[in-house]
């Protein structure tokens, strides 16, 4: 088992920036990838960034040369840093981790971008 707490998030004004930290506990050697996805009203969730085991990162199209995914190891914590944010990120943001197979989520952060 895998729990994951996020913290951040809340209201943003449009180009305002954000950062989410997410904190896992549990089997946490198992896990070989972390992760941000976002879930919009209405809308499937869908991936934002990851981060392996041995640092290799991916990111969302929408999401390239404006955010930034990173990770603490001694902390066990993920870290997700997006800029110029605009209404269309507005969703609620997940952390992820895939550990041994499996897929665990956190509780997730509301985000809203709004004047």
């Known amino acids: 088992q895998v729990r994951l707490v996020e913290s951040g998030g809340g209201l943003v004004e449009p180009g305002g920036s954000l950062r989410l930290s997410c904190s896992a506990s549990?089997?946490?050697?198992?896990?070989?990838?972390l992760g941000w996805y976002r879930q919009a009203p209405g809308k499937q969730r869908e991936l934002v960034a990851s981060?392996?085991?041995?640092?290799?990162?991916t990111y969302a199209d929408s999401a390239k040369g404006r955010t930034t995914i990173s990770r603490n190891i001694a902390k066990n914590s993920v870290y997700l840093e997006m800029n110029s944010l605009q209404p269309d990120d507005t969703a609620v943001y997940y952390c992820n981790a895939f550990c041994l197979g499996r897929d665990y989520w956190g509780q997730g952060t509301q985000v809203t971008v709004s004047s």
């Open positions: 549990g089997n946490i050697f198992g896990i070989s990838r």
């Open positions: 981060i392996s085991n041995i640092g290799n990162t």
